[in-house]
């Protein structure tokens, strides 16, 4: 089918502001059902979208896309902040989009990052053209805030690179774009610019304007939700999912990936070809490609609720998992995992990690923060620059700091295999003022690399002596003769801010992780 494009097509926003999308549509006359996404990242980028679902292809299926620039940005009018009218402008984008004089009335909505939150935020006005939404790596409530701690890195990274050059000629200061790379390069604390106005407000906390989630009571549409172990926006996607569920139509793929990048392999980690796509494990013949194009996937999705396709979306499983490890797709019912049972690993004052009890008098464990030399962020779930690889990475190098202490297993007799949220609960303290407590979950292969699976930050304040730390979740399984490792530090930098004064922390006994042991 032959595809008409049409630029910068002007779209009213309801207080007079005019946003501007790109239009692909099918040569062919008719009407036709729409498909929808919003963005501050530039609608001409296509390369960013495709990953999710390419318009080309789309519109030569039999789809109308629409790729709008959010207000504020490129062909877009209004003043860019982010979150403050993504509700407001999708509704009355999506009420445009149902009067196209080519259209038949019927509005998906789909997109990743920030894409995917606009589509949450749409859908929790109930906008009645709206009949579902795809929704991947997706923000949530409180964006770059976990437990407690700011994700600065993230925020800057996110602010500077994605939203920084074009705020920057916005602005009129494009001669400044020299000194807006070498912030980027060198990663060096510097005040925050005001063509960036809303950094400050972000990285003070969130408040009435950021903390603003779904109201999931009101979203009456499916959503597929595909989130990655290794993405940064892991947490979010899986509270989309707890607050979805009840809908029985929604579905919830997980899949090995860091943020937008739907490859084998990430970090240290390959994960093999199967991670490249969804495989429909119903038949085992197709994969949504092995470039990682997710669009046979998304339009499956839409055939049916928007067309009533009868593709076999209403009959599959609810939840599709990438085990790591097994490295193999699997479905199950529901997330978590009924099946799973929560088993506790201790960590003892001589660095071993076992799930049997310490000694009433064993001694607490202790090592010294400080703040001008902190704990250098290696992997994990990543939103920064380029030289810090995301996913899983060799802590071999953290192991003998001042600042880290390290709880290992004996070797495993058999395969562990660990699915669900994992948490740690510390007895600890930290002095007289506020410290955070970082604790990851490690692999430890027979080759002797430390390779992170999961992990999570928890800032306390003066006095506290007992947290629990939400270290997201994972589905991995720990080969035998492999051995489990936790690190447990005070800082994780540049990925979140630091907190705390120099001097001693404290780990007492009784101190655990709680771990999901899937054993059939």
């Not at 009571?217 to 009840?246: E, M, R, S, Y």
């Not at 929604?250 to 392999?265: K, N």
């Not at 490609?289 to 999705?301: C, I, P, V, Y």
């Amino acid at each position: 089918m032959n595809v008409v494009v049409e630029r910068d097509v002007p779209v009213p926003m309801r207080d007079g502001v005019t946003l501007r999308a790109d239009v692909f549509r099918p040569a062919e006359p008719g009407r036709y059902p729409v498909l929808l996404t919003r963005t501050p990242y530039d609608k001409d980028q296509l390369h960013l979208l495709a990953p999710i679902l390419n318009p080309i292809k789309a519109a030569g299926s039999g789809y109308v896309v629409v790729q709008q620039d959010v207000r504020g940005r490129f062909a877009s009018e209004g003043e860019f902040h982010p979150i403050r009218h993504e509700q407001d402008d999708g509704v009355d984008t999506i009420a445009w989009a149902a009067s196209l004089p080519y259209g038949n009335g019927d509005v998906g909505q789909f997109g990743l990052s920030y894409a995917a939150m606009a589509c949450w935020m749409s859908a929790s006005a109930a906008p009645p053209a709206l009949r579902a939404i795809f929704a991947s790596e997706s923000p949530g409530e409180k964006l770059f805030w976990r437990g407690g701690a700011l994700e600065q890195g993230a925020l800057e990274r996110w602010a500077l690179w994605a939203i920084g050059p074009h705020a920057l000629e916005r602005a009129g200061g494009a001669a400044g774009l020299a000194e807006l790379i070498a912030r980027n390069d060198t990663g060096a604390a510097q005040p925050y610019p005001d063509y960036l106005g809303f950094l400050p407000d972000f990285a003070a906390g969130p408040g009435p304007e950021l903390d603003t989630p779904p109201r999931y009571d009101t979203i009456g549409v499916p959503a597929l939700i595909v989130a990655g172990w290794a993405d940064f926006q892991l947490g979010p996607d899986l509270a989309h999912w707890a607050g979805t569920k009840g809908d029985p139509r929604t579905r919830l793929v997980v899949g090995p990936w860091s943020h937008g990048m739907f490859r084998p392999v990430v970090g240290a980690a390959d994960f093999g070809q199967r991670a490249t796509g969804v495989l429909d494990l119903t038949a085992e013949t197709h994969t949504t490609s092995l470039m990682g194009d997710f669009t046979w996937f998304t339009l499956r999705w839409f055939d049916h609720w928007l067309r009533g396709a009868d593709n076999g979306v209403a009959q599959e499983p609810r939840v599709r998992i990438f085990v790591q490890g097994a490295n193999r797709w699997r479905d199950e019912d529901d997330w978590p995992l009924a099946r799973a049972r929560d088993r506790r690993w201790f960590l003892h004052t001589e660095g071993e990690l076992a799930e049997r009890s310490p000694a009433a008098d064993a001694a607490e464990s202790v090592f010294t923060y400080d703040p001008a030399d902190p704990c250098p962020t290696r992997g994990g779930t990543l939103l920064l620059a380029d030289g810090y690889a995301k996913g899983a990475v060799d802590q071999t190098p953290l192991l003998d700091r001042a600042d880290v202490l390290v709880y290992t297993s004996p070797p495993l007799a058999e395969d562990l295999e660990v699915t669900g949220p994992v948490r740690a609960v510390l007895f600890a303290a930290a002095g007289t003022g506020p410290a955070d407590w970082v604790v990851k979950l490690c692999d430890v292969h027979p080759d002797g690399r430390t390779l992170n699976v999961c992990d999570g930050i928890r800032r306390v304040g003066p006095g506290e002596e007992t947290c629990e730390v939400d270290m997201l979740a994972t589905a991995t399984v720990f080969r035998a003769g492999h051995r489990l490792r936790v690190l447990v530090t005070a800082s994780d930098h540049p990925r979140y801010d630091l907190c705390g004064e120099a001097g001693g922390r404290w780990v007492f006994p009784g101190s655990h992780l709680v771990l999901p042991v899937v054993t059939s």
